[in-house]
């Protein structure tokens, strides 16, 4: 019983797709062009935004460990910048206090000195190693959006003619 309704819903499926094809009257639908599974995205627009955010073009190129990385990265050395900032204005301030007031031994104001440079070197660290975050982050991005064109490639169209031959037409299509 079950092969008998197997090979009526299989026969009914063949005679459907007969029909169809023989009922369709488009001459160009036999235009073939690969489908795109992504849109496709200037490289230049998304490195831009990237730099901005960290991690966002990476996450639009499906690469998420990446973007996790980058976004969690930059949230942690903003972090970091915080602090640093902290740090040295509280030294710079006891400096400058002790400085005006003069009422430190000239030890004890070179010890105050040098934590006020050390907090500032700490603070352009952290600044430096955010930018070169962000540029690292982008440069992945454009390398990963601009694959993605050049993937995207030539596409190449067939349409059937009259005399029973096949036209072939080939294309490149820019994404700005």
């Known amino acids: 019983m079950i092969r008998l309704r197997v090979f009526f819903l299989l026969g009914g499926l063949l005679i ?3 029909s169809a094809s023989l009922w369709s009257t488009d001459a160009k639908a036999a235009r073939f062009i690969p489908a795109d599974t992504d849109e496709i995205i200037s490289p230049l627009k998304l490195t831009a935004i990237d730099f901005l955010l960290p991690g966002y ?3 639009q190129q499906n690469e998420k460990t990446f973007a996790a990385v980058y976004f969690g990265g930059n949230i942690l050395n903003l972090g970091l910048i915080y602090l640093a900032y902290l740090n040295y204005s509280a030294s710079e301030s006891a400096y400058q206090s002790a400085l005006t007031q003069q009422t430190a031994s000239g030890a004890d104001l070179q010890i105050l000195k040098n ?5 500032q ?4 660290v952290a600044i430096v190693v955010n930018v070169v975050l962000r ?3 982008a440069y992945h991005t454009y390398s990963l959006a601009a694959a993605k064109v050049v993937q995207s490639g030539p596409r190449y169209e067939f349409y059937p003619e009259a ?3 096949t036209r072939a037409q080939a294309g490149y ?3 700005f």
Do not use: P, Q, V
């Open 16 to 18: 459907a797709s007969a």
């Open 57 to 59: 073009g990476t996450w």
């Open 115 to 119: 934590l006020a440079d050390r907090g």
């Open 121 to 124: 070197l700490f603070l352009s």
């Open 135 to 137: 540029f690292f982050s």
């Open 163 to 165: 005399n029973g031959g």
């Open 173 to 175: 299509y820019f994404n």
